[in-house]
């Protein structure tokens, strides 16, 4: 019987070509997951022929911890969970829980890529937030680290500061927003085919958002 392993039987083994991941960063609150942001995950992942877009849930979101009182991050990390239990390529990620304190989007990228340094990272924002990317931790090592992709609806408006180069993205626009949800949930309304199955059924289980004000 031939070896595999010896060149002269004619089988060697081909060399591992493994092709470079291509990854997608998603990050937010997701207080509550929404199929707005499903839409963006999967939209972005096919138009750029991703791998994976990890939805990561933000730890202590520091743009919007003074506003308002944000849900626990293992609740928000459930939901996420349960959002995107059926979708292939779409995956939650606690990189930010883990880490713990404010949630950076560089220390992010840096720790994806201490993780796995031959991936390729791709930030992915709404146009919105694109506006302010001068603000953010380290601004300007974000570029460095990853491809910058930008999300474009329909009728959104606003500039990306010229010194960030992005890749930019058209997907559906859809009227849903977490402070909205969270509204109709506190008040009773509907909330069907806005949030996925699993996150309704999370939310009535652990009573989330019935007395925010």
């Avoid at 470079?20 to 972005?44: K, Q, S, Y």
């Avoid at 109709?184 to 309304?189: E, F, L, N, T, V």
Wanted: glycine share 8%.
């Amino acid at each position: 019987m031939s070896d595999p392993t010896d060149p002269q039987s004619g089988n060697v083994d081909p060399p591992d070509r493994r092709r470079t991941r291509r990854i997608g960063v998603l990050g937010g609150t997701f207080d509550p997951p929404h199929i707005g942001h499903l839409v963006t995950a999967v939209n972005v992942r096919y138009g750029l022929g991703l791998d994976v877009v990890l939805m990561v849930v933000a730890n202590v979101p520091w743009q919007k911890v003074d506003d308002r009182q944000i849900s626990p991050a293992t609740d928000r990390l459930a939901m996420v969970r349960a959002a995107v239990v059926d979708d292939e390529g779409i995956e939650a990620s606690d990189i930010e829980i883990r880490r713990g304190g404010p949630s950076y989007s560089v220390d992010t990228l840096e720790a994806l890529h201490a993780e796995d340094p031959d991936a390729e990272l791709f930030l992915i924002l709404g146009a919105d937030a694109a506006v302010g990317l001068d603000t953010w931790e380290r601004a300007e090592d974000l570029a460095s680290l990853a491809t910058i992709v930008v999300v474009d609806r329909p009728g959104s408006v606003g500039e990306t500061p010229r010194r960030f180069p992005v890749v930019r993205v058209e997907v559906p626009r859809l009227e849903v927003s977490s402070t909205d949800l969270r509204l109709r949930i506190r008040d009773g309304r509907p909330t069907r085919y806005l949030l996925p199955p699993g996150v309704s059924e999370l939310i009535a289980a652990r009573k989330l958002y019935c007395c925010e004000r």
